[in-house]
């Protein structure tokens, strides 16, 4: 076996960074899409702050046995709704800065994707949690999924899908992207190209 046919036959393994924000069950059902495509596994992490507080080694090594311990029943509960399909599921709980921890764990089990949120609610909420986003896509060594819910408000600079464009794309199962009008002209100037071509269309162009 040549080493593309071992890649290509290799199963894929997703590192989910939980912390607990209602994103959780939609990062899981994302990450477990990926896995489930390649009969892949998940490993799903919550990463603790290190304790600052002052407390002796013996405080602090107890204080962090009983909150891995509540962690560990909160990680297993959200592992709940992950597909019987999905054969693997490691559930980690590590305590330190959460993009490092995180990283060292990706690298430590070979991740071939980590999934993280990220959040726009608030300037607090960006430095904080997409700081953390953020520092992954910098430093990880493998691909980073940084997961938004569709819930999360449009861009205003981005206009909403034409109507009748996904319709055509409903109808068609998706062989055709244009309705009729954009198919001719298109608001944003840009080449369309389907690959390998179909119904003999080419590459179109949109003035």
Not at 61 to 83: C, G
Not at 148 to 171: G, K, L, Y
Request: hydrophobic letters at 40%.
């Amino acid at each position: 076996m040549n080493p593309s046919t071992r890649e290509a036959d290799r199963k894929s393994i997703v590192l989910v960074g939980i912390d607990f924000s209602a994103l959780a069950p939609e990062m899981l059902a994302t990450a477990a899409n990926i896995a489930r495509s390649s009969g892949g596994e998940i490993h799903v992490v919550h990463v603790l702050p290190a304790d600052a507080d002052g407390a002796s080694r013996g405080e602090g090594v107890l204080r962090f046995a009983n909150l891995a311990s509540d962690v560990r029943a909160r990680l297993a509960l959200l592992a709940k709704d992950i597909p019987g399909s999905i054969k693997r599921i490691d559930l980690h709980v590590r305590i330190g800065r959460p993009d490092v921890e995180i990283a060292q764990l990706a690298s430590d089990i070979g991740a071939d994707m980590i999934v993280v949120g990220t959040h726009d609610h608030s300037a607090l909420d960006r430095l904080m949690l997409g700081s953390v986003a953020e520092s992954l896509v910098r430093h990880a060594r493998c691909p980073v999924l940084t997961y938004r819910s569709r819930s999360t408000p449009v861009w205003e600079q981005i206009a909403p899908p034409c109507p009748d464009c996904v319709a055509v794309q409903r109808s068609t199962g998706r062989s055709r992207l244009w309705c009729d009008r954009h198919a001719q002209h298109h608001d944003r100037p840009h080449t369309y190209t389907e690959t390998p071509p179909t119904y003999g269309l080419g590459s179109q162009t949109f003035r």
